[in-house]
């Protein structure tokens, strides 16, 4: 992306102009991808995050009602404990299957939730970071809203892969993450380690589309240049990864 400098955004004053009308922010979940420039812009000047939270919600929900039944838990902790060197018996398994059963209504709830916590954590981080690098104009309610509006084609992932998992029986959860074949891990060999398939995985195709609009929406908001704000974001991603590449390593 050039090191251009975005044209400073005033932000309008409250109740200065009209509130905006429902049309006028759920056009900016489909504005966002088909012309990120103008409606960062108006996100920047007019923050709104309920529509993109709500959407993300309740597809987040949707499939989660889909995929989670459908998890083949039993075969996912074989593999695991097949690298591990370990044997389980027929008994031990039951036990553990039955233990994660009764938490199901419990990952139920995680999947719903977990949007809100996703979207106000990330926004936090991506809001200190840029407040640290000297980009004092950017606001926390401007960060939530271009974080879920960026996110937006995370949710549309998550609807293919449940889309995809629909007609199956079941799914191993091992497999999950390369069932949409959006980064190399999908055409790796089986026998990659738990640490390079992690970093493989992290190559998404959804999720530098994500990069990129949380690079123009950052831009905007901060009053920044594109090449400051890819930088900054770059940076937390890679700090994502790492971490996600060692817990890989701790657990998988």
């Not at 039955?98 to 916590?117: G, H, L, N």
């Amino acid at each position: 992306m050039a090191d251009t400098a975005v044209p400073a955004t005033t932000p309008v004053p409250r109740g200065a102009e009209p509130p905006l009308t429902l049309g006028e922010r759920l056009g900016r979940l489909v504005g966002v991808l088909v012309a990120p420039v103008q409606t960062f812009n108006r996100i920047a000047s007019r923050p709104t995050w309920v529509a993109p939270l709500v959407l993300w919600m309740v597809l987040s929900a949707g499939v989660g009602f889909i995929v989670t039944p459908r998890l083949d838990m039993q075969a996912a902790l074989r593999e695991r404990m097949a690298r591990a060197g370990t044997e389980v018996s027929d008994e031990q398994m039951q036990r553990v299957l039955a233990a994660q059963e009764r938490f199901r209504p419990f990952a139920y709830a995680v999947v719903v939730v977990s949007p809100i916590a996703t979207g106000l954590v990330v926004a936090l981080l991506f809001w200190g970071a840029f407040s640290v690098a000297g980009a004092k104009a950017l606001s926390y309610r401007q960060s939530f809203g271009v974080t879920l509006h960026a996110f937006i084609p995370q949710i549309l992932a998550s609807v293919a892969l449940g889309a995809l998992v629909w007609p199956m029986d079941k799914v191993n959860p091992n497999q999950l993450g390369d069932l949409l074949c959006s980064s190399p891990a999908c055409f790796a060999g089986s026998d990659l380690s738990p640490v390079v398939h992690a970093l493989l995985q992290s190559l998404d195709i959804y999720v530098f589309w994500t990069l990129i609009l949380l690079v123009i929406g950052y831009a905007t908001a901060a009053k920044v240049s594109r090449g400051m704000a890819t930088g900054i974001v770059g940076g937390v991603w890679i700090v994502y990864v790492i971490a996600k590449v060692a817990l890989s390593g701790l657990f998988g």
